[in-house]
């Protein structure tokens, strides 16, 4: 096991405070070991570059534009 003395910003201590809590883990560096698998399955295992990740996350976040069925659609955009 490796020990580090490391600082964090606040945010990011209160992210780990969050995951200990979630997952009733005993103290930080268990919330730490769980964020470092986590990130190993999205991010270096799943194939996908990071960019790529931000870029999906960034899709996701906009709005669902609604066409209704086939007779909406044509009817909207003036189609026969």
């Known amino acids: 096991m490796v ?6 910003d606040e945010e990011a201590n209160r ?3 969050v995951i200990k809590a979630q ?20 991010v270096l295992e799943s194939g996908l570059r990071p960019e790529y990740l931000k870029k999906l996350e960034k899709i ?3 709005p669902i534009a609604r066409v209704g069925n086939a007779k ?6 003036g189609l026969k």
């Open 3 to 8: 020990k580090a003395i490391v600082e964090i």
């Open 15 to 17: 992210v780990i405070n």
């Open 23 to 42: 997952y009733a883990f005993k103290d930080k560096s268990q919330a730490i070991n769980e964020l470092a698998r986590q990130y190993k399955a999205l």
């Open 60 to 62: 996701r976040s906009e």
């Open 72 to 77: 909406d659609f044509r009817s909207r955009y």
